[in-house]
């Protein structure tokens, strides 16, 4: 087994019904700052959504329907922000909350203290979060998970992971393995994928091997570490 093996993402996710939602945090060759989200959805609620930009380039989970929002608790939130030169992205509130931390002086992990797995049992899907420390050439970035310790959701696991931006590599987390009931959550460490120099690359890779039936939409956005100008992909199925 080759554990410093590289892959390209859409060959991890290729004929996977499900994965849920996924956080890519990487390098570029030419050293910009990689970043992805991407959600899936099996319930008409979670299919209901699309993302929006702000007019200060922060990205939302919109409903496509208001007439159709069941709950939106747990499925609409800024998945994207900014704080100071860094990038904070989630698959939930919490983005907010590492922000507010940020403001306050914590650490990324130390925010993500105060917040567990989503209350949405038998599932208890776990809290994806990356932080990117951009403002230099050798940028580093964070990604997080916070999952269910047992089945019964009696108490939360937390894991951060500490990565040096390295020039064609990326990791990738997201919240389940793949398709059932339960659904069973991520495992182990964030996989390593290759980031190509062409945004588009990337993201049709990633975009055309996501299942069909479950995706719902994409964000990509390549970052000049120094400079912060980035250039940006925005895909939604139902729109």
Known sequence: MNIYRVDKIGGLIHGNAYVGRGIVAGKTPSGKAASAYFIMGRSANSRNRVFELTEDKELFTRPYDDSKVQDPSLIIYAALRKYGENLVFTNGDQTDTVVDGFAAGKSFKDALESRCFEPDGPNFTPRISAAMYLGKPDFSYELSI????????????????????????????????????????FQGEPERVEIPEDIDEFTDDLWENLNEDNKISLYVRYTDPVSGEFTDRLINKYE
């Open 146 to 185: 916070l999952k269910s310790i047992d089945a019964e959701g009696s108490d939360c696991a937390r894991y951060t992971f500490s990565y040096p931006g390295k020039a064609g590599l990326g990791h990738f987390i997201h919240t389940y393995v793949c398709d059932g009931n339960p659904i069973p959550t």
